[in-house]
């Protein structure tokens, strides 16, 4: 009795480490249909996602002759682009701040309050930023002097070339 059990035992221990042709063809087509399935998908995974998980790159968009910012006076500057994400393409216009205090370094602030993105204003008689929004505001470098917002305003990047101010801008 204990002979037909250790034959038994050995039968199964041999069929599962022999690969039988049925077997072979089996695990052979379900790979193949795995990766035919993947060939095709993957075309169509790209274009119904587009360009959502590149990294976008910023582009340099013109502002203005330096010489409309005056020293201790910001100068609102607005221009508008095409943001082009995936086959999607967004007209947006940009609102920006720059500010000198000695006419050959510039700072560049977004208009948009920090507390919750209202449009800024700069106020000559307070000689500050102020959101009408909810009361907030900010001094001549941008950094917080009353309200609830909590950070200063974004500074961005920009450069100056041959006289003009270019302000970066993400997007495509």
């Known amino acids: 009795m204990g002979d037909i059990r250790e034959s038994a ?25 795995a990766l035919i399935g993947i060939a095709l998908g993957l075309p169509l995974v790209r274009f119904y996602v ?38 999607r393409q967004t007209a947006r216009r940009e609102s920006v701040y720059a500010v ?20 800024v204003h700069w106020d000559d008689s307070a000689q500050s930023f102020l959101c009408p929004c909810h009361n907030g505001g900010f001094n001549i470098r941008g950094e917080v002097t009353k309200g609830p917002a909590p950070r200063p305003l974004d500074r961005l990047e920009h450069k100056v070339e041959e006289g003009t101010l270019y302000v970066k801008v993400m997007g495509g």
């Open 9 to 33: 035992a050995g039968k199964a221990e041999e069929d599962l480490s022999l690969i039988t042709r049925r077997r072979f063809l089996g695990y052979g087509s379900g790979l193949l249909s």
């Open 100 to 119: 000198t205090q000695d006419g050959k370094d510039y700072v560049v602030f977004s208009n948009a309050c920090t507390h919750l993105g209202c449009p």
């Open 50 to 87: 587009g360009d959502t998980f590149k990294e976008r790159e910023g582009r340099w968009l013109r502002l203005g002759a330096i010489e409309e910012v005056t020293a201790g006076q910001p100068k609102l500057f607005r221009a508008s682009h095409v943001d082009r994400d995936g086959w």
